[in-house]
């Protein structure tokens, strides 16, 4: 089991940037995929990055791609986002997920291992 705590959310302006920190504990962090999601209320949930277990392969949703960073630390068991260039739209509640991801699909597949989330709202 993995069990994960968002935090480094909060309120900027746009064009900023935030941080996000994914915590997780438990021993299989560390052969997760991990992917970040959003959802904004009466929205369904978006994935919005993805990472490989060793961290050498990323995805990014194409509304973020340039301006999202997704990193893993194995070592302290995180996994975080950079957010650039922030915009409106990316106002939402982030959650990051432990899953898999598909190499010959280039595709991530969310496990049942969620965050509660922290809110990121964008807005002068």
């Known amino acids: 089991q993995v069990q994960l705590v968002e935090s480094g959310g909060g309120l900027v302006q746009p064009g900023g940037s935030l941080r996000l920190s994914c915590a997780a504990s438990?021993?299989?962090?560390?052969?997760?995929?991990m992917g970040w999601y959003r959802q904004a209320p009466g929205k369904e949930r978006e994935l919005v990055a993805t990472?490989?277990?060793?961290?050498?392969?990323?995805k990014y949703a194409d509304s973020v791609k340039g301006r999202f960073s997704i990193s893993r630390d194995n070592a302290k068991n995180t996994v975080y986002l950079q957010m650039n260039s922030l915009k409106p739209e990316d106002t939402a509640v982030y959650y990051c997920?432990?899953?898999?991801?598909?190499?010959?699909?280039?595709?991530?597949?969310?496990?049942?291992?969620w965050g509660q989330g922290t809110q990121v709202t964008v807005s002068s």
């Open positions: 990472i490989t277990s060793s961290g050498d392969r990323t």
């Open positions: 997920n432990a899953g898999r991801y598909r190499y010959y699909s280039a595709s991530y597949y969310p496990d049942n291992y």
């Open positions: 438990g021993s299989t962090f560390s052969i997760n995929a």
